[in-house]
T-cell receptor
Framework: AQSVTQPDIHITVSEGASLELRCNYS??????LFWYVQSPGQGLQLLLK??????LVQGIKGFEAEFKRSQSSFNLRKPSVHWSDAAEYFC????????????FGKGTTLSVSS | EAGVAQSPRYKIIEKRQSVAFWCNPI?????LYWYQQILGQGPKLLIQ????????DSQLPKDRFSAERLKGVDSTLKIQPAKLEDSAVYLC??????????????FGPGTRLLVL
């Protein structure tokens, strides 16, 4: 069965420091990969997605993620974190076919210290 | 462009009562999803519609949960009777039909349900 693992439940980063959130997936083939962000009381907002091609993908708000097939990973990075980035981040996968639902990890809560 | 609308935003009920949630997807989006997000977990699919037909309801607890999308636009999710473990955020998402490849899902703000 497909699954997504986000090993870090909670991460605290100083404002201005770099960030990396880890995501590993279990799937027979290369799935579609996503990162979503959820601020308190808000719905999920798509940060970026990977379907195929260049393994380094750029997203909104200065985020990027790198797909590594050999490690079944899709880690999210940001070079300099802002206080407004404090939120919950979800990695998600979908089987490599059209119109299928997402399978989410349990999320990583990011706190930003000043 | 208007996003996915959901109501109510919050609901508190007693166990064994019934409750209904409403979702209006983005205009033109034929695919609609209901997800359940329990505190501390990622969202989990309950049911997926394409137009007014059910694509996947394998994880819907059908003894107490029901959902409909009669005219292929807005949708209602109902719980009857509610249990304590149904306390969660119920998220609605919509997307275009994925016949050109995977289509991005757009999420509404969710309905936060507390069952006492």
């Amino acid at each position: 069965a497909q699954s997504v693992t986000q090993p870090d439940i909670h991460i605290t980063v100083s404002e201005g420091a770099s960030l990396e959130l880890r995501c590993n997936y279990s799937y027979g083939a290369t799935p579609y990969l996503f990162w979503y962000v959820q601020s308190p009381g808000q719905g999920l907002q798509l940060l970026l997605k990977y379907f195929s091609g260049d393994t380094l993908v750029q997203g909104i708000k200065g985020f990027e993620a790198e797909f590594k097939r050999s490690q079944s990973s899709f880690n999210l990075r940001k070079p300099s974190v802002h206080w407004s980035d404090a939120a919950e981040y979800f990695c998600a996968v979908a089987p490599n076919q059209a119109g299928t639902a997402l399978i989410f990890g349990k999320g990583t809560t990011l706190s930003v210290s000043s | 462009e208007a996003g996915v609308a959901q109501s109510p935003r919050y609901k508190i009920i007693e166990k064994r009562q019934s409750v209904a949630f409403w979702c209006n997807p983005i205009s033109g989006h034929a695919t609609l999803y209901w997800y359940q997000q329990i505190l501390g977990q990622g969202p989990k699919l309950l049911i997926q519609f394409q137009n007014n037909g059910v694509v996947d309801d394998s994880q819907l607890p059908k003894d107490r949960f029901s959902a409909e999308r009669l005219k292929g636009v807005d949708s209602t999710l109902k719980i009857q009777p509610a249990k304590l473990e149904d306390s969660a955020v119920y998220l609605c998402a919509s997307s275009l039909v994925g016949d050109r490849g995977y289509e991005t899902q757009y999420f509404g703000p969710g309905t936060r349900l507390l069952v006492l």
